[in-house]
């Protein structure tokens, strides 16, 4: 019983630490600030940059011949998604990848079309983003890919703009802003593009929604919380 006992109160403080882990990981990002500025080069091209939240210890993290823009973190903290005009098809825009040190820079989109808006499913498994690759007409539409570029999907699909993608924090619900209405205005959907449903209605223009999004939900709700409340149970 007693050896039960050690046991049980090892598989839980592994718990607690691994969990505790992410969390610092986690604050640790949000110590640091990802931004685009063109200071080096006077208006001819963006990059990404790096700092504290005391505006010091800048980093560069990009340097090419094209314009990098909209950075994008990673729930751990790890990666950072941003835009790019460096491929060679006119200067369009792609999803790119990178670590947060600015290396292991990819390309996850590849097309001759233009891609914007990158944002992190809170499960750092997805990214959502618009692009105009699909409709003739040059609309925007959202899609969301794996974060290797695979399993594309299109979540969106009318004759108008739909721009400025931001996930919930527990994944499930996507908010943006589209013009379907004649009007720029605040939509919400399923991950997976189902029940859309508009937000904000007047006259004048809305956009750039951001869900608020905790520490805590970099993983399952609740589990860190529970996994402190085991391990009391378990020590009592």
């Keep these: 019983m007693h050896r039960r006992y050690n046991l049980t109160h090892f598989l839980l403080a592994s718990i607690v630490v691994l969990s505790l882990t992410s969390l610092i990981v986690a604050i640790e990002a949000q ?5 685009e500025s063109d200071r080096e080069w006077d208006g001819i091209r963006f990059e990404i940059y790096v700092m504290d939240i ?6 560069r993290l990009t340097k090419n011949d094209f314009h990098d823009r909209s950075p994008s973190w990673s729930p751990d903290g790890k990666q ?3 835009v790019s005009e460096r491929s060679d098809r006119d200067w369009n825009r792609q999803i790119y990848v990178m670590d947060a040190d600015g290396g292991n820079q990819r390309n996850l989109s590849n097309n001759d079309f233009d891609e914007w808006s990158p944002s992190w499913s809170s499960d750092g498994k997805r990214i959502a983003f618009n692009s105009d690759r699909n409709d003739r007409h040059g609309n925007r539409d959202i899609y969301v890919m794996d974060t290797d570029g ?4 299109r979540l969106t699909e009318n004759f108008a703009h739909e721009w400025s ?3 919930s924090p527990d994944g499930k619900r996507i908010v943006f802003v589209s013009n379907r209405n004649g009007n720029a205005e605040i939509y919400a959907m399923d991950a997976d593009g189902a029940n859309q449903q508009n937000l904000t209605n007047n006259p004048h223009p809305d956009g750039n929604p951001t869900w608020f999004n905790s520490p805590f939900s970099i993983s399952p709700t609740g589990k860190k919380i529970m996994a402190w409340s085991w391990l009391k149970q378990v020590r009592r």
């Design 54 to 59: 005391h505006g010091e210890n800048l980093q």
């Design 165 to 167: 993608p931001s996930w």
């Design 80 to 82: 950072i998604a941003f």
């Design 31 to 35: 110590a640091q600030i990802a931004f």
């Design 150 to 153: 695979g399993n594309l999907q």
